[in-house]
């Protein structure tokens, strides 16, 4: 992609998903998101009503007549962006590709965070760590995570969340709020995905195709794996090929919602061919009602 396109390409989706975080996702993340805990902000006079626990007795015994703390939620969160850019991720049967919506995607959650004034680091893998960015705050610095997305050259084809999820375990030290945005085209994951859910706050974003299970009885077509760049010619006009690349892609997800599940993992499904603003706005929902 040529700069003068790339800078094209990420002013528009910036102007798309500022608009989509100002009218429909700001308030939502904040709702979803609580701080880390209460920080003391100012005394002020009792008042009828207040909680006698919160009293601060040594401003009350210098006025003779009562004060209460009053505290704050420590709201600065670090959330962090854990995108594959693997081989599988250029793939898109409708207008936009996978890493076009994992970047739009990035784009909303990057920006919700930078309106409450959080910061926003980005790990960007595939069957290696391809690039690190810590996080930070500020537009520049999300217009820049963004450009990343769009435009990095992988190295590796094919993906590795286990190695991405233990990079991301020893590099981030503190609680953050990540997102793990990928296919799951992978294996050997669901020993790690645990343990870093217990220590960050791990969502899920699932990027599939409608392709990917249900294709059409079109007779021979050349495939090309984009993560091994092996080449193959498949019959789709055969049953026994459709039930197989269906019962194939089914176990997949199956396996993916068990592991979620098992681990206590939210997850949110996002189809190309779909909105993606539905999915997200119900889930901000979900953890809202939680809190």
């Given at each position: 992609m040529e700069t003068k396109e790339l800078i094209q390409l990420v002013r528009r989706i910036e102007i798309k998903t500022k608009g989509l975080v100002n009218e429909v996702f700001s308030?939502?993340?904040?709702?979803?998101?609580?701080?880390?805990?209460?920080?003391?902000?100012?005394?002020?006079?009792?008042?009828?009503?207040?909680?006698?626990?919160?009293?601060?007795?040594?401003v009350t015994a210098r006025f003779s007549h009562p004060f209460v703390k009053i505290f704050e939620e420590e709201r600065e969160l670090t959330i962090m962006l854990i995108v594959d850019v693997s081989g599988s991720l250029a793939f898109g049967s409708a207008e936009k590709s996978k890493q076009r919506i994992s970047a739009e995607?990035?784009?909303?959650?990057?920006?919700?965070?930078?309106?409450?004034?959080?910061?926003?680091?980005?790990?960007?893998?595939?069957?290696?760590?391809?690039?690190?960015?810590?996080?930070?705050?500020?537009?520049?610095?999300?217009?820049?995570?963004?450009?990343?997305?769009?435009?990095?050259?992988?190295?590796?084809?094919?993906?590795?969340?286990?190695?991405?999820?233990?990079?991301?375990?020893?590099?981030?030290?503190?609680?953050?709020?990540?997102f793990l945005i990928s296919d799951f085209i992978a294996k050997d994951y669901e020993k790690i995905i645990k343990i870093v859910a217990r220590k960050h706050d791990l969502v899920g974003i699932i990027l599939e195709?409608?392709?990917?299970?249900?294709?059409?009885?079109?007779g021979l077509v050349k495939f090309l794996d984009l993560e091994t760049n092996q080449t193959r010619f498949i019959d789709l006009s055969d049953?026994?090929?459709?039930?197989?690349?269906?019962?194939?892609?089914?176990?997949?997800?199956?396996?993916?919602?068990?592991?979620?599940?098992?681990?206590?993992?939210?997850?949110?499904?996002?189809?190309?061919?779909?909105?993606?603003?539905?999915?997200?706005?119900?889930?901000?929902?979900?953890?809202?009602?939680?809190?």
């Open positions: 308030g939502e993340y904040h709702s979803a998101f609580k701080g880390r805990g209460m920080e003391f902000a100012e005394v002020r006079e009792y008042q009828h009503g207040d909680d006698i626990r919160s009293i601060d007795w040594n995607i990035s784009s909303i959650l990057a920006f919700s965070a930078m309106k409450n004034n959080d910061k926003v680091g980005l790990i960007l893998f595939s069957d290696r760590i391809e690039k690190f960015v810590p996080p930070k705050k500020g537009r520049s610095h999300v217009l820049r995570i963004i450009r990343e997305i769009l435009s990095y050259k992988p190295e590796g084809n094919k993906t590795d969340i286990k190695l991405a999820l233990e990079y991301f375990n020893s590099t981030i030290k503190k609680r953050s709020i990540s195709d409608i392709r990917e299970k249900d294709l059409p009885k079109i049953d026994f090929v459709q039930k197989f690349i269906f019962e194939k892609n089914l176990k997949r997800e199956n396996e993916i919602n068990r592991i979620f599940k098992l681990g206590g993992i939210d997850s949110i499904k996002i189809q190309t061919n779909e909105s993606y603003i539905p999915p997200l706005v119900k889930f901000f929902k979900k953890r809202e009602a939680q809190i």
